[in-house]
Structures are given as structure tokens and as C-alpha cells.
């Protein structure tokens, strides 16, 4: 079991190390910008981030079924399967382009940001939701073929896709080789040309895996089992980026410093979360094959040892940020005012790495059980209930100010790692219909 985990999660464990190398590498590209330049990239990316949401959720439903069918043996419905998710997924993306390019001021405006970074967020906004049919066929390709055992296909595109986005970045944000220099438009340029050959080279590759009928497009039977899973999921996803959105409009009520901080400390954290995003995946697949095998006992396995692995990574990793967090965020260019908030931030989520590695991957082996409705009754219980409550009340309401938004943080995923973990421990999971 321990075998069967590291070799799904080595490949997915490098591709979050590929993301989030691209996201300290862009932030630190536009950090040369100004504070207003990061609190603006930082605030569209939120907002982009609510847009997908729905194909986030199609996704966990497609990983899900795919690992169901390829557990029982049932290969050519989990072909079907991918199909239809690759079909219905490239369809809802065009609709979602749709809504999201001409309404991208405005959706800057009712995220509180100020007008300097309305300005200055929208020329990048409107370019990335360019990316949205890129970022959505490369989720549920993605998918599809780690819930049928490979996570290495999607390490190797994201790999690719990344180094295009760090070269076309460097050269678009701040004009270097010989480029035009764009600023944080040249940063969402790079991004959808990235996204949008990582797509192509995903369509190709789970076409060749699962290959191409058009019959299975005429019984929607399978369309719905994914929409039953990948609807709490999408609802979940929602939740939590509306509960971070309102949590963004927290913090920077609070302060533009307060707001870059908070902004540099999440990307940093990246590299912590690398262990519980892989171990995650790794669950996911292999609870949802376990089950379709008709062994839970190995899925429960599968479920804790995942989770201890995940836990002594990311305590690990929590170590270093409250040991070296002022250099952290002077990697990223960032002043003394910014420094000094960024301090506390990476203290406080050093202390919260283990509750939040035990959320990230019993989550995920929930999903891969089809149990979306407990991960969705725990996003809006902590990321809405206690991240975005916590924050206003204390925050704004009784004048506590920036402390109380890491204050809510950490009660976030404590509450959620508490609900997930009484979930899985009590079984009911293996007994989810999908």
C-alpha cells in the first residue's frame, strides 16, 4: 500500500511542486510592480478562481468514476466516462468565458478592491479568463487520468505548460528579451498561452489512453453519476472561494500591506502544501479503486497512511516558516511594512500545517469515496462559518484588525480537519452511492 501511494503521489507531488513554482516565480515577477500590483493579481486570482469552480467540482465527480470503474474492472465505461467529462467540461467552460470577460471591473469593484487596484487588477483579469477552457479541459483531463492510475501524464504537461508561463512571465511582466514590457497583463497573457498548449497536450493524451467514440456520447447516464458526485464538490468549491473572497474583502478593508502579506504568505505556503495536495490525489485514487474492488478495508488504509505522511511534511515545513519567515518574504521584494505583517502570517500558519495536511487528504479520500456532501458541509462550516466570521466580527466589528484574519485562518481548518476526521473514521463513506 505504502508502494502503491508514493508512486501515484510522487508524480502529483512534483507537478504541485512545478505549480507552485510558477506561482512564487509570477508573484515575485509582479512584486517588482509594487505593493498594489500584488494586492491586484492577488484579488483577480480569487475571483478567477470562483469562475472554475464548477469545473473543479466536475473534476473530483470525473477522478472519482473514473477510479470506481478502473477498480472494478470496468475499463471501457471509465473510457466513456472520460469522454463525457471532456465533452460536457470543454462546453461549460465556453459558457463560463462568456460571463466572465465583460464583467471583470466589476467583479474587482464588488471585491472590495480599492480603485487603484481595480485599475490596475482588471487589464489582467479580463486576459486570464481567457484561460478558463484551457484550465478546464487540462482539470478534467487531468482527472480522467489520474483516477485511472496516471499521475505522471499531468506532472509531465504541467512541466511544460509551467515552462512556457516562467519564461513568457519574465519576459512579458518587466520586458525582458527583447519583449514589450506588459506588467500584470504580461503575466496573464503567459498564463493562457500556458494553459492553453497544457490543454491540447492533455486532449491528446487521454485520447490515445481512453480513445475517442462518439457513441459514447449518446447515454447520459454516466454524465449524471459524475454530476452527482461533482455537484456537492463544485458547490464545496464555491463555498470556499466565496468564504476566501469575503476573506480577501476582509483583509483589505484592513489595510493594502495587510493584503499583500496575507497574499505573499499563501503563495509561499505553496511549497508546504505540496505533501497534502499529493497524498490527496494519491487517496483519492486509490480509495475510489479500492472500493470499486471491493476491498474498503484497503481504502481506510489507503486513507490513514496517506494522512501520517502528509502530516510529518507539512509539520516540517511549518517549522521553517516560523523559523525563517522574515527572509521568506524578502525573497519577494517585499518593504519593511510588509515584512513585518508577513511575520506574523507565516508564524501562524506554521503552527496550523498538521490540521490543515489532515484536511487536505481526508477530503481527498472522501471524494475518491464519493462523499462530497461531508467536504461540502466542512467548507462551509470553516471557510465560510469561522474563516470569513471570524475575520469580520473580531477584525472589523470589535477593531482587532490584522490578527484576527490568521485568528480565523487557523480556526478554519481546525474545525475542518475535526469534521473530516470524524467522517472517515466512522465508515459511513464505504457505503456512498455513485
Known amino acids: 500500500?505504502?508502494?502503491?501511494?508514493?508512486?501515484?503521489?510522487?508524480?502529483?507531488?512534483?507537478?504541485?511542486?512545478?505549480?507552485?513554482?510558477?506561482?512564487?516565480?509570477?508573484?515575485?515577477?509582479v512584486g517588482q510592480l509594487g505593493t498594489e500590483a500584488v494586492a491586484s493579481v492577488g484579488l483577480a486570482n480569487q475571483i478567477y478562481f470562483v469562475t472554475v469552480t464548477v469545473m473543479m467540482g466536475w473534476s473530483i465527480g470525473t477522478t472519482a468514476l473514473v477510479a470506481r470503474q478502473v477498480g472494478?474492472?470496468?475499463k471501457q465505461t471509465a473510457a466513456t466516462v472520460a469522454?463525457?467529462?471532456?465533452?460536457?467540461?470543454?462546453?461549460?467552460?465556453?459558457?463560463m468565458l462568456a460571463g466572465a470577460y465583460p464583467s471583470a471591473h466589476l467583479a474587482l469593484v464588488a471585491a472590495g478592491a480599492t480603485p487603484t487596484v481595480a485599475a490596475v487588477g482588471e487589464p489582467f483579469l479580463r486576459i486570464l479568463s481567457l484561460s478558463i477552457p484551457g484550465m478546464a479541459l487540462m482539470l478534467v483531463c487531468g482527472a480522467a487520468l489520474r483516477g485511472s492510475g496516471d499521475t505522471r501524464s499531468p506532472m509531465y504537461v504541467t512541466a511544460i505548460a509551467n515552462g512556457i508561463n516562467i519564461v513568457l512571465a519574465y519576459a512579458?511582466?518587466?520586458?525582458?528579451?527583447?519583449?514589450?514590457a506588459l506588467g500584470v497583463a504580461g503575466a496573464g497573457l503567459a498564463i493562457v498561452i500556458a494553459r492553453g498548449i497544457g490543454a491540447i497536450l492533455l486532449l491528446t493524451i487521454a485520447a490515445r489512453r481512453f480513445g475517442v467514440r462518439l457513441d459514447a456520447l449518446r447515454d447520459a447516464t454516466l454524465a449524471w453519476r459524475v454530476a452527482r458526485i461533482g455537484g456537492p464538490a463544485a458547490a464545496e468549491q464555491?463555498?470556499?472561494?466565496?468564504?476566501?473572497?469575503?476573506?480577501n474583502l476582509i483583509a483589505i478593508r484592513i489595510g493594502t500591506a495587510e493584503f499583500a502579506a496575507m497574499q505573499i504568505a499563501f503563495n509561499a505556503a505553496q511549497v508546504s502544501q505540496l505533501a497534502g495536495q499529493a497524498f490527496a490525489t494519491a487517496a483519492t485514487t486509490l480509495v475510489g479503486?479500492?472500493?470499486?474492488?471491493?476491498?474498503?478495508?484497503?481504502?481506510?488504509?489507503?486513507?490513514w497512511l496517506s494522512t501520517g505522511m502528509a502530516v510529518v511534511w507539512m509539520t516540517l515545513m511549518g517549522l521553517v516558516f516560523i523559523a525563517f519567515g522574515d527572509q521568506i518574504f524578502r525573497l519577494y521584494g517585499a518593504d519593511d511594512l510588509v515584512r513585518e505583517r508577513g511575520r506574523l502570517a507565516l508564524l501562524v500558519m506554521g503552527i496550523g500545517q498538521a490540521p490543515q495536511a489532515v484536511s487536505f487528504v481526508l477530503?481527498?479520500?472522501?471524494?475518491?469515496?464519493?462523499?462530497?456532501?461531508?467536504?461540502?458541509?466542512?467548507?462551509?462550516i470553516g471557510t465560510v462559518g469561522l474563516r470569513a466570521g471570524v475575520a469580520y466580527g473580531l477584525g472589523i466589528v470589535a477593531g482587532v484588525g490584522y490578527p484576527a484574519i490568521w485568528l480565523a485562518w487557523l480556526a478554519d481548518w481546525l474545525?475542518?480537519?475535526?469534521?473530516?476526521?470524524?467522517?472517515?473514521?466512522?465508515?459511513?463513506?464505504?457505503?456512498?452511492?455513485?
Open 72 to 74: 472494478a474492472g470496468q
Open 415 to 434: 474545525t475542518r480537519s475535526v469534521i473530516f476526521a470524524y467522517r472517515f473514521r466512522s465508515g459511513r463513506w464505504q457505503k456512498v452511492r455513485v
Open 238 to 247: 464555491l463555498a470556499v472561494q466565496m468564504g476566501f473572497l469575503a476573506f
Open 83 to 95: 469522454m463525457q467529462s471532456t465533452v460536457i467540461g470543454g462546453a461549460l467552460s465556453l459558457v
Open 172 to 180: 512579458l511582466v518587466l520586458g525582458n528579451l527583447g519583449a514589450p
Open 1 to 29: 500500500m505504502a508502494r502503491q501511494l508514493y508512486g501515484l503521489a510522487w508524480p502529483a507531488f512534483a507537478e504541485s511542486a512545478l505549480q507552485a513554482l510558477l506561482g512564487v516565480v509570477s508573484m515575485a515577477l
Open 289 to 303: 479503486q479500492r472500493l470499486g474492488a471491493g476491498r474498503p478495508d484497503q481504502a481506510r488504509t489507503a486513507g
Open 363 to 380: 477530503s481527498g479520500a472522501l471524494r475518491g469515496a464519493g462523499d462530497t456532501r461531508t467536504t461540502l458541509v466542512g467548507g462551509l
